[in-house]
């Protein structure tokens, strides 16, 4: 069965850090645009992190949107068939639910537009509040 399984959310304080996981299953992550979106409580899901992946632990191209730029960062383990986003200095305007996604592709730049994901996770919550 092919699906994305994410973890790690939480509730954390302002200024706090998590780590979310999203696991693929039935899959390998090589060769994929690799994305994290986020909802919050009414409005609508944005795209917030993306890596184009090669084989092994090897991925290029990463994208990150500009409120997160220099606190979050996205990464793999290929050997856990894994996709981390690191998650630092977290505000409470980070708080929402975190979705991965993934498309196999040949492009050599990840795509942040939700449309074009095909596999996504189910969602884990992150809450940022004192």
């Known amino acids: 069965q092919v699906q994305l399984v994410e973890s790690g959310g939480g509730l954390v304080q302002p200024g706090g850090s998590l780590r979310l996981s999203c696991a693929a299953s039935?899959?390998?992550?090589?060769?994929?645009?690799i994305g994290w979106f986020r909802q919050a409580p009414g409005k609508e899901r944005e795209g917030v992190s993306c890596?184009?992946?090669?084989?092994?632990?090897?991925?290029?191209?990463?994208y990150y949107v500009d409120s997160v730029k220099g606190r979050f960062t996205i990464s793999r383990d290929n050997a856990k068939n894994t996709v981390y986003l690191q998650m630092n200095s977290l505000r409470p305007e980070d708080t929402a639910v975190y979705y991965c996604?993934?498309?196999?592709?040949?492009?050599?730049?990840?795509?942040?537009?939700?449309?074009?994901?095909?596999?996504w996770g189910q969602g884990t919550q992150v809450t940022v509040s004192s």
């Open positions: 996604a993934a498309l196999a592709s040949d492009d050599p730049f990840c795509l942040i537009s939700e449309e074009v994901y095909n596999n």
């Open positions: 039935g899959f390998s992550l090589d060769y994929h645009h």
């Open positions: 890596m184009r992946t090669s084989d092994g632990d090897r991925h290029y191209n990463l």
